[in-house]
């Protein structure tokens, strides 16, 4: 397929150049009836002419797909209408770079969105079809992985119900990251075949495919003018093949746009070897283009992982910034304005290729002088950094990056040396400030820090809570800091409460909307309303029964999906979240083991302990070795303690596998108790901790990330607290931290890890967890053992807590009330006012 050209533009994101004269042609788009009649036409409409079948002869996948072809016809007049204002205003646009989008399930977001809940089922139930099958039909769609992808899709989703203009892009993963299995206990990965039955929701457009290349080499030569310029001479090209998805706002009737990239060979087809017989090289170049969207993140332990790592990072900026340039602005467009039309926001490292990339675009393809297209550049981007650890600060090899994309290594050199040259000017012949401010670093291989370069590229950097973005300045790039006065900022996260609230707790939000009005879900700080009925003894009891209901309904779907029970009368204490050791998901596992020891050593009888379901969810990264070995303790532990007598029931331990936003929407809900337990000082923010929160769930956590905040608006009261602040943290590592100075000192942790040494856990082999216990035991990075005994303090601070129902229930009530500060549309007001300067424009 041919690079697409400036004139070749996408039928939906963009109208053909026809001069229509038609009436029918020209008029506006019109939805369907807002009927049940309506609907009911609209539906049977889509199951006869798109899926081919009578309603008596169709299935429930041909039902499901009639039914989201019927809600999306009601948003394409909608979006439609958007896109044609959008071309009009010419208003700046957000342009949201992410690698990853945890979207959930979106018929009953598109539903909501719309207005269209209860005319869908009625109109449905009229013809005999059960709402409630086809919602069970839907596959959540593959594209995301953690906090930073559900960040992502709350975000764009606060966008379009602010009314801001924005598109997001990213890629059309095939397979997800992976769909998780535990085979006896461990992590086993099978692919996320999320596609196999196609998604409604999705626009393809090949015909606005554009052209990708790689690897080459650069080479000058002189303009027409006799100026020498430099030229990259590609090697090898892709197809980015985009594939619209509509991101309606809160029935507002306003609709953005999710594009997202699937990659295909140029030629991807070469039937002269076919016909030759070697049928595998006849389709090597379409597998080899095909890899670059088939999973994301893809395991990097290996060379060629990296470089399918940094080709899809490069693959999508590339796409989405020719799209932009290309499809979205005038023909006719002055480019010295670019940044009155456009911020770039850069969702962490992975989308920071796009730097160079657009440097590229401005002085190489359009001819601008470098210091013209710098000072474009440095307006039109923005960084989110969402990480403290040294380890996630991205890095790519200088050779690597020499080989796949030459022509953007020159460019970062030349953005170094000039940034290097200001340094200098700034703090003289610092040597080593300068190689600590170096984009490129020199040890212990050469590279360059993509970080950094956001940094020095960025108009704005902004940390993701206030704690994090202290550190940031502080600890992490306190030289930039230092250098670039004003360019650090901060906005702390925050979640959607249509999905979260609205969607996943119905229960609640009838309750909430009962007492308030419906207001709130467009305006969580009314949340604050809810303060003075935390005194009423009627609505306490009222929100109590409302958590029974939620937990009954996860006990149903839990027992459907993986054969769990949950038992009556059980604290649901909930862990969910990245299995990754500074997340602390050991120091959870050592709580549960320490309270099964004191019932089998016959310290505590089993009736006096409070009965607790402890519910895990999380997936390793495929190459985490460590994190997959507290995968299967936990299975292991859960094992034990379920199936052991002395027990007696009190202690269930549980960890659904594949935990993704269906199932967060049914386990958030029903939770009593939140784990947020990293080390202070580690966790940017999470939203985890706010989505339990605004949902009724107590927390216990450390002061870190958005812990912080989450604390001091609820209240020490309605918060258990415990373990070491940052500065102990960092005192503790000055002074020379040795973890098995706390395994001697405590006799409640040395016997618990004793027992899982012991193979207690593993029928008897001592080996199966030697390397977690010998981790915890000589490096224990983390200080898990450090922070045991405040922890396990704090844990029996809950037990006595939870015993007196209606005070916890008061508790659980002002933590929904307080933290309607933790709305993602907070913080797209955030962004509008510190970073972006995009207020709604239509």
């Avoid at 798109?50 to 019927?70: C, E, K």
């Avoid at 039909?137 to 966008?159: H, K, M, T, W, Y």
């Avoid at 006799?747 to 030697?770: H, K, N, P, Q, Y």
């Avoid at 009530?813 to 207020?839: K, Q």
Wanted: include cysteine; hydrophobic fraction near 40%; charged fraction near 25%.
């Amino acid at each position: 397929m041919p690079p697409k050209s400036a004139s070749s533009r996408p039928a939906v994101a963009e109208p053909h150049p026809l001069r229509a004269t038609h009436p029918l042609a020209i008029a506006p788009v019109t939805a369907p009836p807002s009927t049940v009649d309506g609907f009911v036409r609209e539906f049977l409409r889509n199951l006869n002419f798109d899926r081919g079948v009578a309603l008596s002869s169709s299935s429930v996948t041909d039902r499901y797909h009639a039914l989201a072809y019927t809600v999306r016809d009601y948003l394409m007049a909608r979006w439609l209408e958007d896109l044609r204002r959008q071309r009009k205003a010419q208003a700046k646009k957000v342009v949201y770079l992410s690698a990853e989008y945890l979207l959930g399930r979106q018929l009953d977001n598109n539903l909501l969105a719309s207005g269209l809940t209860q005319v869908a089922e009625e109109a449905l139930a009229t013809c005999g079809v059960d709402l409630d099958e086809l919602r069970q039909q839907e596959v959540e769609p593959g594209l995301g992985n953690g906090g930073l992808g559900r960040l992502a899709a709350c975000f764009i989703d606060s966008l379009a119900t602010m009314g801001v203009p924005n598109t997001g892009y990213g890629i059309r993963y095939e397979y997800g990251i992976f769909r998780q299995t535990f085979v006896d206990g461990q992590q086993v990965e099978q692919p996320d075949a999320w596609l196999a039955l196609g998604s409604p929701w999705e626009f393809p457009h090949p015909e606005a495919a554009q052209t990708i290349s790689f690897g080459g080499h650069t080479e000058t030569f002189d303009d027409d003018e006799g100026v020498t310029r430099s030229r990259w001479v590609p090697a090898w090209s892709v197809q980015a093949v985009p594939y619209n998805y509509m991101v309606p706002g809160y029935q507002n009737g306003r609709v953005n746009t999710l594009r997202l990239w699937s990659a295909v060979a140029t030629n991807s087809f070469d039937l002269r070897v076919f016909n030759s017989g070697d049928y595998e090289e006849a389709v090597r170049a379409q597998t080899f283009a095909e890899n670059i969207s088939k999973v994301l993140y893809p395991e990097d332990s290996t060379p060629q992982g990296k470089e399918l790592r940094l080709q899809q990072q490069y693959f999508f900026v590339a796409a989405s910034i020719k799209d932009f340039l290309e499809v979205t602005l005038p023909e006719d467009f002055d480019l010295t304005k670019l940044a009155e039309r456009v911020i770039f926001q850069l969702n962490d490292t992975h989308p920071v290729i796009a730097v160079p990339e657009l440097m590229r675009v401005l002085v190489d393809e359009k001819g601008m002088e470098w210091d013209a297209a710098w000072a474009i550049t440095q307006q039109c981007f923005a960084y989110t950094c969402h990480t403290l650890l040294p380890e996630a600060l991205e890095v790519w090899s200088v050779e690597l990056l020499g080989q796949l994309l030459p022509r953007h290594l020159e460019i970062i050199y030349r953005i170094n040396d000039d940034f290097l040259d200001e340094v200098r000017e700034r703090f003289g012949d610092d040597e080593l400030r300068i190689r600590d401010m170096s984009i490129i670093g020199e040890y212990p291989v050469r590279s360059v820090r993509m970080a950094y370069l956001a940094t020095v590229a960025g108009a704005k950097v902004n940390g993701v809570a206030e704690l994090h973005s202290q550190l940031l300045r502080d600890k992490v790039l306190p030289d930039f800091n230092e250098f670039f006065p004003g360019k650090f900022t901060n906005v702390t996260n925050g979640v959607t409460p249509r999905r979260f609230l609205r969607l996943a707790n119905p229960a609640l939000s009838a309750l909430i909307t009962e007492a308030l009005g419906s207001g709130w879900v467009t305006d969580l700080e009314r949340l604050r309303e809810l303060e003075t009925h935390a005194e009423d003894p009627e609505f306490r009891a009222r929100f109590a029964e409302v958590k029974a209901v939620n937990k009954r309904r996860l006990s149903e779907v839990l027992r459907e999906r993986d054969g769990f029970e949950i038992s009556d009368g059980h604290m649901l204490d909930v862990m969910v979240k990245r299995l990754h050791e500074y997340k602390r998901q050991m120091l959870n596992v050592l709580h549960i083991v320490t309270a099964y020891e004191r019932i089998v050593s016959g310290q505590v009888a089993a009736s006096d302990v409070q009965a607790r379901t402890f519910i895990f969810g999380a997936k390793a990264a495929p190459g985490y070795a460590m994190a997959k070995h507290i995968i299967h303790l936990i299975n292991a532990v859960g094992s034990v303690v379920n199936a052991d007598p002395r027990v007696e029931g009190r202690l269930k331990v549980l960890f659904p596998p594949n935990y993704n936003v269906t199932l967060a929407e049914r386990v958030i809900p029903a939770a009593d108790l939140s784990e947020q337990i990293s080390l202070a000082g580690k966790e940017a923010s999470g939203t985890g901790n706010m989505k339990f929160a605004l949902n009724g769930a107590l927390t216990i956590g450390t002061d870190d990330g958005a812990n912080v905040e989450i604390r001091e608006l609820v209240g020490d009261d309605n918060f258990f607290l415990f373990g070491m602040s940052e500065p102990d943290v960092e005192a503790l590592w000055a002074e020379g931290y040795k973890p098995s100075d706390f395994y001697q000192a405590d006799d409640d942790l040395r016997r618990a890890l004793d027992l899982i040494a012991s193979g207690a856990f593993s029928d008897g082999d001592r080996s199966a967890f030697e390397p977690i216990v010998s981790n915890l035991l000589y490096d224990d990075r983390f200080m898990v053992l450090a922070d045991y005994a405040s922890y396990i303090e704090a844990q029996a601070k809950v037990d006595a807590a939870y015993a007196d129902q209606d005070a916890w229930t008061r508790s659980a009530i002002l933590n929904v009330a307080r933290c309607g500060f933790f709305s993602s549309d907070r913080s797209m007001r955030d962004y509008i006012e510190r970073i972006w300067h995009t207020p709604p424009s239509f």
